[in-house]
């Protein structure tokens, strides 16, 4: 099985995990706010899930991240790689 831990998905769950934590939301409520159970915020947390884009909506709006920011400050994860408009590849610098 391939690794899902890329730099950019352990900031992103940096950012959600502590995003939580401090609007002092337990897993639990953020589950039951989100739909979902407590196992599926405690693996997404642990680097265990990833998250689909509706998934990762409701994450911020409960959480109170605004998820454009969010998605900028996962673009300037170093060493990731991103398409331009112009298809080409290029690499996310600081």
Partial sequence: MESIATKRHQRLIEILTDARKHAGIRQ???ARRVGKTQTFVARFEAGQRRIDAI?????????GIDPIKLI???????GEL?????????????
């Fill in 28 to 30: 639990a409520e953020l």
């Fill in 55 to 63: 998934e990762l909506l409701a994450l911020c709006e409960i959480i």
């Fill in 72 to 78: 900028r400050k996962l673009l300037k994860v170093e």
């Fill in 82 to 94: 991103w398409r331009s408009t112009k298809g080409r590849i290029k690499t996310a610098h600081r």
